[in-house]
Each structure stands twice: as structure tokens, then as C-alpha cells.
């Protein structure tokens, strides 16, 4: 039987909550039908909506004062997570009741508020860890449906980084037997997936290059007092101080070879006070619009170092580049990142044209992860986040 399935994303970003609505046909994934024609770009599963909403200020204020944070008290943090549950619930709930749709099944990604993917010392043992915020139960409870919630630990328990989990959906929407293409997400924190012509889901590779909109977003905080650069307007009046891409592209995370992950541990408040450092005495413009193109940069940087080799190098060849997340609005950003990849022979497309609108492919993704869990299926890739096995994702919290 078909599903209907809520997926909840709030990234790194910390802007809001994405809600997707999409019915799933049974063995949607193709598992059980072993292995599947291509299909094309449109599979068979159906997005039925998608709904934004922005957290007001003072919850965004107070997630990201607890992401990360030297300081912060336990009781703020039980309390976080289950005041999440609660917008997380209220955000479902009003998209179905919008759109007239009777939920089976949600799967939540919750708030990240620490993602260590390597394996580093604590107390004499070497631990990876990750902490999604979000109370499930609250979230069950509230709709009177099963969730699925806490999808990263399984993966990490199984060896694996935690991250990126998208990488499932990436493969269903674009194989291609021809054509390489690359889903390029930018969200707070830019990944990718790519997936050579022709390739299974187990030689596809992904991983994070670096940042998405955090820098732009924090030095329009810090610089202008606003959320983000809207339509990259600031960016698009000012000039890329060539140097200063230069010198930090020359840090340690972009020569590491993936499977790697970032958070705002990489790319958050100390990042951007560095950053702001070497942008020296600059035009506030022109800051903003090499922290735009340093997510181009960086972007074109990992594809050419680490995913063409992969792609093969007949010539003629075209690839595509299909890009999703909120940096996909900024069309300076955009136009950036068109620049850089032309010369590597990739076009640049968006999920859109896809039939999945840029903003709505996270939320569409967890859905569909929480559809396999249901089902008892694994849906963690071993060969994007570097996992021994594949394992069944999440926390069941039942209504
Ligand atoms: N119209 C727009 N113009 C410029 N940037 C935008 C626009 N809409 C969204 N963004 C950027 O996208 C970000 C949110 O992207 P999102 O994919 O939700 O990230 P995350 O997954 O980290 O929450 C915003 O913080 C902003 O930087
Ligand atoms: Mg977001």
C-alpha cells in the first residue's frame, strides 16, 4: 500500500522549518524489484507539497547560541528539544490541513546541534558523535502519527560518519546510464553527491565541500544586520578579493579527501571572525561577495579535484550539475558557480527542472528515508558516509 509521508528538514542554516508531503508506492526505492531499469529522472514516488517556515527570532537566536555553544545549560537543552517537537509537530499539522492530506508516517531530521563525524578522543576512547535535537515523541504525539526521528546515529554506530543521508534520494532522482551528474546541495553547509553515468547506488560518492550560505549569512549578520543576502543583491555591487580566496582555499579541509563532513564546527563563528580578519579593511560589499564566491570557489575546487576523476574523461562529454537548497535563490551565487564549472565541461540545472523545487529536496529526502525504516529497510549509503554496513536509520517514536 501507497504511504503518505511528512519530511521535516531544519539544516545548519538555522532559517526554518521545510516541510514535504509526498506519497510513497510501495518498494518505491526499487529494492525489492531488484535491479531497476532506469527511470529517469522522475521516479515513482509523488511530492504532494512543501511548506516553509521561518523560526521566529528568538528560537533562531537560541538554536544558535546552543549549537556548539562552551556554555550552555542542560535544562535549555531538554527544553530546546522538546519545544522543536513542538513547532516541528505544528508545522506538519498545518501543511496537511492546508493541503487536505491524512498523514501515515513522518520522518523528522531534527536541529543538528553537534556533528563530529571523525572519530576523536573522550575519556580514553576515540568516539564519533552526532546530536539531532527534536523530540519525536512530542512530535507523534501531537499529530497522532508514527515518526521517525534520529537518523545519523545508526550510521555512525555502524562506523560511519553520519552524514550525508541524502545521498539515497540523489541516486533514485539522477542516475543517469549517460550522462554524470552531480546533486549539489546548498543549504547552510554545501554537499554534494556524485553519480558517474551508468553508476549503483554503491559507487556513487558525496560529500560536504564546504560552506553553503553560513559565511554569507553570518557576515550579513554581522555586517548589515539581516538574515541573508537576499537575491545576492549586496554580493552582485561588490568585488572578490581574489587574494583572500586564494590564501583560504589553501586550508587543510578542502585537500581532504572524502568522505568528509562540516558543520558549523568548521564554518561557523570562529570561521567567520577569521575570515572577516583577511577581508581586512574591504568594502562591506565586497566581503560579502567573496564569502559568495568562496562557496563557488570551494565548490568547483572538490568537483575538479575528486569527482571528475571519477567521471572519466572522454571528451565531448557533458555533465550536469543539479543544484538544490536555499543558495539556489541567490542568483549572484549562481552565476557564480555557472562560471566556474563551464570550463570543467558541467552545466549547471536546478532540482526544479527535475520536478522538485530546490528548496523542498532535504525534506523530500527524509521522507523517504522514514518510508524505509517503516519498512525495515537500510537506507544509509556505506560508500558516501563511509559506514562498514548499511543500517536501518532512525528512532521509531509510535503515536
Ligand atoms: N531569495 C534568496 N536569496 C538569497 N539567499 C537565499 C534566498 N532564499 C534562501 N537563501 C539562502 O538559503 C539559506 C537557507 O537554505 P537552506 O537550504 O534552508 O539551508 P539549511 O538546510 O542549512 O537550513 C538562507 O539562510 C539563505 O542564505
Ligand atoms: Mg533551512
Known amino acids: 500500500m501507497s504511504m503518505i509521508v511528512a519530511g521535516v528538514m531544519s539544516g545548519t542554516s538555522a532559517d526554518g522549518i521545510n516541510v514535504a508531503l509526498v506519497r510513497v508506492p510501495p518498494d518505491s526505492t526499487g529494492r525489492a524489484r531488484g535491479p531497476s531499469p532506469h527511470k529517469g529522472p522522475h521516479s515513482d514516488f509523488k511530492l504532494l507539497a512543501h511548506e516553509e517556515y521561518p523560526f521566529p527570532d528568538p528560537v533562531r537566536r537560541a538554536i544558535l547560541g546552543m549549537m556548539n555553544a562552551e556554555l550552555a ?3 535549555d537543552l531538554a527544553r530546546l528539544n522538546f519545544l522543536l517537537g513542538e513547532l516541528y509537530a505544528e508545522a506538519v499539522a498545518k501543511t496537511a490541513r492546508k ?5 501515515d508516517l513522518v520522518g523528522c531530521h531534527g536541529q543538528t546541534l553537534y556533528h563530529q563525524g571523525v572519530a576523536a578522543r573522550f575519556l580514553g576512547r576515540k568516539l564519533a558523535v552526532t546530536w539531532q535535537t527534536g523530540e519525536g515523541a512530542v512530535i507523534a504525539a501531537g499529530l497522532g ?4 526521528s534520529d537518523f545519523r546515529p545508526a550510521d555512525i554506530a555502524s562506523g560511519g560518519k553520519g552524514a550525508p543521508l541524502v545521498p539515497f534520494l540523489d541516486h533514485l532522482l539522477y542516475r543517469d546510464r549517460r550522462v554524470g551528474r552531480i546533486a549539489q546541495n546548498i543549504g547552510g553547509i554545501a554537499n554534494l553527491t556524485a553519480i558517474p ?3 549503483s547506488l554503491g559507487q556513487v560518492l558525496a560529500f560536504d565541500t564546504g560552506p553553503g550560505n553560513m559565511v554569507v549569512d553570518a557576515v550579513m549578520e554581522e555586517l548589515f544586520g539581516q538574515r541573508y543576502d537576499r537575491n545576492g543583491k549586496i554580493a552582485a555591487s561588490g568585488r572578490v578579493l581574489d587574494e583572500v580566496i586564494a590564501q583560504l582555499l589553501r586550508a587543510h579541509f578542502f585537500r581532504q579527501k572524502p568522505p568528509r563532513t562540516a558543520g558549523r564546527e568548521e564554518f561557523g563563528r570562529e570561521y567567520v571572525g577569521r575570515f572577516l580578519r583577511i577581508c581586512g579593511g574591504a568594502s562591506k560589499s565586497d566581503v560579502v561577495a567573496t564569502a559568495t564566491a568562496l562557496t563557488a570557489r570551494t565548490i568547483e575546487d572538490a568537483v575538479e579535484r575528486f569527482v571528475l576523476p571519477k567521471f572519466g574523461t572522454r571528451r565531448q562529454q557533458r555533465h550536469q550539475m543539479i543544484v538544490s537548497g536555499g543558495g539556489a535563490k541567490n542568483p549572484t551565487l549562481m ?9 570543467l565541461g558541467i552545466g549547471l540545472h536546478f532540482s526544479d527542472e527535475f520536478g522538485l523545487p530546490a528548496e523542498a529536496k532535504e525534506a523530500v529526502a527524509f521522507a523517504l528515508l522514514a518510508h524505509e525504516t517503516w519498512h525495515r529497510r537500510p537506507s544509509n549509503v556505506p560508500s558516501a558516509t563511509g559506514a562498514r554496513r548499511a543500517a536501518i536509520l532512525g528512532k521509531i517514536s509510535y503515536a
Open 73 to 75: 545549560h542542560v535544562a
Open 99 to 103: 493541503h487536505r492530506v491524512k498523514l
Open 145 to 148: 502519527v508514527p515518526v521517525v
Open 197 to 199: 553515468a551508468g553508476a
Open 335 to 343: 552565476a557564480m558557480l555557472r562560471n566556474e564549472i563551464a570550463p
